[in-house]
């Protein structure tokens, strides 16, 4: 039986809170973050996934907008035959 190679593990937990995305976008300040929560695990380089994680999240804010009541009520309006 052989063992399996090694790979690099990757966590992946999305969040939505801007700033700290804005805050950990910079990988030396995203290691120290790991570093000083996880001192026993020597983290090496890390990549931010979460935007990865859920592609058509943009599109939540046009769906919103779409289905909101006066939106859906100027729509009907510009498109009535007056």
Same mark, same amino acid.
């Given at each position: 039986?052989?063992? /399996? $190679? !090694?790979?690099?593990?990757? +966590?992946?937990? /999305?969040?939505? #809170?801007?700033? =700290?995305?804005?805050? @950990?976008? #910079? &990988?030396?300040?995203? %290691?120290? =973050?790991?570093?000083? =929560? %996880?001192?026993? @695990?020597?983290?090496?380089?890390?990549?931010?996934? #979460? &935007?990865?994680?859920? $592609?058509?999240?943009? !599109?939540? !804010? !046009? *769906?919103? =907008? @779409? +289905? *909101?009541?006066?939106?859906? *009520?100027?729509?009907? *309006?510009?498109?009535?035959?007056?």
């Amino acid at each position: 039986m052989t063992a /399996a $190679p !090694l790979s690099p593990q990757i +966590y992946g937990i /999305a969040t939505y #809170d801007a700033i =700290f995305k804005y805050i @950990l976008s #910079d &990988e030396s300040t995203r %290691l120290s =973050f790991f570093n000083a =929560f %996880l001192p026993d @695990l020597k983290i090496m380089s890390s990549t931010r996934v #979460d &935007e990865h994680m859920n $592609p058509i999240q943009d !599109l939540q !804010l !046009l *769906r919103n =907008f @779409l +289905y *909101r009541e006066d939106t859906v *009520r100027t729509m009907n *309006r510009l498109t009535s035959s007056h």
